[in-house]
Nanobody, 124 residues
Framework: VQLQASGGGLVQAGGSLRLSCAAS????????MGWFRQASGKEREFVAA????????DYADSVKGRFTISRDNAKNTVFLQMNSLQPEDTAVYYC??????????????????WGQGTQVTVSS
């Protein structure tokens, strides 16, 4: 599956952005979908994931209560709604797809397919 991420930009602290990840094929019931991010000079880290049918979601502690992952199955698109953004959320955000079991969702290595990344910059 090919993934295309979009929706990044520059926003002030406290603002919101919605990232989109369009897939080239059906992801519903096929792929665990994840969002990761990489800040400058840091390793890429897990942000959020949605199970194959969208019935389960998981978030990094740093974004719980602020970010929401969702899926539009008709459009083969996954979203990441980001609210109450803070400067520490500044990073390149990547969407990814995995066929591995849900229990491994936070591990970057299990995601075989990655989008190109979209920059999110939060100013203070």
């Amino acid at each position: 599956v090919q993934l295309q991420a979009s929706g990044g930009g520059l926003v002030q602290a406290g603002g919101s952005l919605r990232l989109s990840c369009a897939a080239s094929e059906r992801t519903y019931n096929r792929y665990v979908m994840g969002w990761f991010r990489q800040a400058s000079g840091k390793e890429r880290e897990f942000v959020a994931a949605s199970s194959r049918n969208g019935g389960s979601t998981d978030y990094a502690d740093s974004v719980k209560g602020r970010f929401t992952i969702s899926r539009d199955n008709a459009k083969n698109t996954v979203f990441l709604q980001m609210n109450s953004l803070q400067p520490e959320d500044t990073a390149v955000y990547y969407c990814a797809a995995s066929t591995v079991i849900w229990g491994l969702r936070e591990r970057e290595a299990v995601y075989a397919n990655w989008g190109q990344g979209t920059q999110v910059t939060v100013s203070s």
